[in-house]
């Protein structure tokens, strides 16, 4: 989706900058630039000093819990699925429903409901997104009043970003298996797959159409069974960047952590021990510069697929810690594959509910999104608790072009929404516009850590969010007792400001700035 042409011809460094392949020994020389405030660096882990990897500690040990169905097809969550083993000698299982406080922090207190007084003129027509739902796609509001009950959502006529012959059902909690099985008989649906969110209370089945009923028609059928509490499609969202090989010849652009401020704000903060959750594509978690890094992983796509360059590039944004050097590079990574088939670059509604879901009950304190797609009612909710429980949501503002609808979920008002620019401080050309967009961040020709040990160029919103990201983690291991809407308004107003009006359509409220951020708190020691 993304571009990897900068708008304007760059200016290359001071300093050399040698690209290492595979083929032989790659050398990544420091990009230095000499400043009044003290010594700026590159993406280059040189110009830091010693960076090293941080000792980690166990995550906690949540409980196991279910997930999928049996071998009848009738949705039972008999089945227990306990995880990935990472690191020395720990497993992070499935939760059960067990509240977990992020580790080593305090309790957080309560988060308000952002649908009333939203932040920094985020737009009011997101205040009711199922409404939003219609509205944005073109779809007669009165028309569907009539013909549909609240929750079940009828995509749009125009609307194809879902997978044609699924549909996600919500079941009550309170259903026996016999009554949902009989009303999936009497509608000729297939169940795939099940499972019960303690994020939302909810229990959601992935069911199939067993023929050429569109999915309009099936969920007009659903809501006449007034025990299922909600009917919608199983959306698809698309990663939010492209990657592309680095030129044997040229600048790549080595830039990001210089408008960042990031060797000046490592001297602050490095986001020791902060949980961030990376929804994504297979992340390569034995890449030397995300090497003991990642705390636990989970497949919530079930596929087969290995790493894939945007999970592990979007990984290394965050907390590359080598040679390259991330925004956050002591932090603790949850990998969750949500995104499987490499050719579509597709992760569905129940794919990322289920890793959304993980992440908070492995107490991830940011969980960075660098994907987008439609409105989606049931991804809302899960978005919303997951706020209220005190956790950071940044997401690609999208790379569908300036005319484009918002896009989700980085349009949700619970969601921080980041775009791109290029090193000479230019939008990207194929980002989104919208009064959703909160910030910019450097997206276009970052260097980043590939499969297979590999180095790769990402262009996009997508390494943006990570961008921004990190320095949400940075700002939590200064403050950990900060809220989502309190790190939101410090990222915001430490940007900086490209038009005379405190934020707009294009840039939000501007650059993002890691060295002003975390200057802007106590560290945790300080803090009453």
């Given at each position: ?14 300093g ?30 040189g ?5 090293g ?58 988060v ?80 795939l ?8 209370g909810?229990?959601l ?58 060797a ?23 890449h030397?510069?995300?090497?003991g ?17 945007h ?35 597709e ?14 009950e ?61 090193v ?33 160029l ?12 990190g ?17 939101r ?27 002003e951020a ?9 803090a009453?």
């Amino acid at each position: 989706m993304g571009s990897a042409a900068t708008s304007a011809k760059r200016k290359r460094p001071n300093g050399p900058l040698w690209i290492w392949t595979r083929g032989g020994i790659l050398v990544l020389a420091a990009l230095c630039v000499a400043s009044g405030t003290g010594f700026a660096a590159g993406l280059l882990g040189g110009s830091h000093g010693s960076v090293g990897v941080p000792t980690l500690s166990p995550l906690p040990s949540p409980g196991v819990g279910s997930t999928g169905i049996d071998s009848t097809g009738t949705g039972s969550t008999a089945g227990s699925d306990t995880g990935t083993l990472l690191g020395p000698s720990f497993s992070v299982p499935l939760s059960s429903g067990t509240s977990l406080v992020p580790l080593n922090q305090p309790a957080l207190p309560s988060v308000s409901d952002l649908t009333t007084g939203l932040p920094l003129g985020i737009a009011p027509d997101l205040q009711n997104l199922p409404q939003n739902v219609l509205r944005d796609t073109g779809q007669v509001v009165g028309e569907v009043g009539r013909t549909i009950r609240k929750g079940f959502v009828l995509p749009p006529v125009s609307e194809r970003r879902f997978v044609p012959n699924e549909a996600v059902l919500d079941v009550p909690s309170g259903m026996s298996l016999q009554t949902f099985e009989a009303i999936v008989r009497r509608h000729r649906l297939t169940p795939l797959a099940s499972q019960s969110f303690s994020l939302t209370g909810h229990t959601l089945y992935r069911v199939r159409i067993e023929d050429a009923r569109g999915i309009a028609d099936i969920i007009r059928e659903l809501a006449g069974e007034q025990r299922l509490s909600a009917a919608q499609p199983n959306f698809t969202f698309t990663l939010q960047g492209q990657v592309s090989p680095v030129p044997s010849e040229g600048d790549p652009a080595q830039y990001a952590a210089v408008k960042l401020h990031l060797a000046e704000a490592h001297r602050l903060a490095r986001g020791d021990n902060v949980l961030v959750a990376v929804i994504d594509s297979g992340i390569d978690v034995s890449h030397p510069e995300l090497a003991g890094i990642v705390a636990a992983s989970f497949d919530a796509s079930s596929s087969d697929t290995g790493p894939h360059p945007h999970g592990t590039a979007m990984a290394g944004a965050i907390a590359a810690h080598g040679r390259l050097i991330g925004v956050a590079p002591h932090v603790r990574l949850l990998a969750i594959r949500a995104f499987g088939a490499a050719s579509s670059r597709e992760g569905t509604t129940f794919d990322i509910i289920r890793g959304l879901d993980w992440a908070v009950e492995h107490g991830a304190r940011v969980v960075n999104m660098s994907f987008a797609g439609p409105a989606d009612v049931a991804l809302q909710e899960a978005l919303a608790k997951a706020r209220k429980k005190g956790v950071v949501l940044v997401a690609a503002a999208g790379n569908a072009g300036p005319r484009s609808p918002p896009a989700y979920p980085a349009a949700d008002p619970n969601v921080i929404a980041v775009t791109a620019t290029d090193v000479n401080d230019n939008l990207f050309a194929q980002a989104n516009r919208g009064n959703y967009v909160a910030l910019a961040a450097p997206g276009v020709d970052i260097l980043g850590p590939a499969p297979n040990g590999g180095v790769q160029l990402s262009t996009g919103t997508s390494v943006a969010a990570a961008h921004v990201s990190g320095i949400a983690a940075l700002i939590l291991e200064r403050k950990p007792s900060l809220r989502p809407d309190e790190v939101r308004k410090i990222l915001t107003g430490t940007a900086k400001h490209f038009v005379k009006k405190p934020r707009d359509s294009e840039y939000g409220a501007g650059l993002a700035d890691a060295l002003e951020a975390v200057s802007a708190l106590q560290p945790k020691s300080a803090a009453k």
